[in-house]
């Protein structure tokens, strides 16, 4: 079989911008491996993550743990697609320390979405209820005042996604 380049595949954009989708997506090729932030969150945290502060907390203990993990599936020649949010420039810090400790080029899709789309989709996404996590408005105007677009100097193939 022959070997490839490993890839690790980051994403960013606002909440129910499509992340997840692109993200399984990516993973469907051989030699993938798919991890997924919100998968470990709810099963090693279930019910505890209510205010920004707790997922902070724990997504940034869930970070300590599989970052390593990462560095040594792309040392195999894995293809890594993280479905973690790198929506703040701290988040994309550690993404980009992963791929420097493997020796990799991150690439970092961006789903520029609108928020009137997000929105949108989110209160569809609650509706079902078959997301580990529920989200209301005013969260969604919370978390998105933190969000900040990823900039051409910050060292990512950067693969731009415009859904105006």
Same mark, same amino acid.
């Given at each position: 079989? *022959?070997?490839?380049? #490993? $890839? /690790? ?5 606002? $909440?129910?911008?499509?992340? !997840? ?6 993973? !469907? ?6 991890? !997924?932030?919100? =998968?470990?969150?709810?099963?090693? =945290? #279930?019910?505890? $993550?209510?205010?920004?502060?707790? &997922? ?10 599989l970052g390593p993990? %990462?560095?040594? /599936? ?10 973690? #949010? ?17 020796? %990799?080029? *991150? ?5 520029k979405v609108p ?8 209160r569809e996404r ?8 529920? %989200?209301?408005?005013?969260? =969604?105007?919370? $978390?998105?005042? &933190?969000?900040? *677009? *990823?900039?051409?100097?910050?060292? =990512? +193939?950067? %693969?731009? &996604? +415009?859904?105006?």
């Amino acid at each position: 079989m *022959p070997r490839h380049e #490993p $890839i /690790l595949h980051l994403v960013c954009g606002k $909440i129910a911008a499509g992340k !997840s989708t692109l993200c399984n997506h990516l993973a !469907s090729g051989p030699g993938t491996v798919l991890i !997924s932030e919100d =998968f470990w969150l709810t099963r090693i =945290f #279930p019910g505890t $993550i209510s205010t920004l502060e707790d &997922y902070v907390r724990c997504s940034n203990r869930i970070k300590d743990a599989l970052g390593p993990h %990462v560095v040594d /599936l792309l040392g195999a020649g894995l293809t890594v697609v993280l479905d973690f #949010p790198g929506n703040t420039l701290d988040q994309r810090k550690w993404m980009r320390g992963i791929s420097d400790a493997a020796g %990799v080029t *991150p690439r970092l899709h961006f789903l520029k979405v609108p928020d009137n789309i997000c929105k949108s989709r989110l209160r569809e996404r609650n509706k079902t209820g078959n997301h580990g996590f529920t %989200v209301s408005n005013d969260q =969604f105007d919370l $978390i998105t005042r &933190y969000f900040e *677009p *990823p900039a051409s100097d910050e060292g =990512f +193939d950067l %693969v731009l &996604y +415009d859904d105006h």
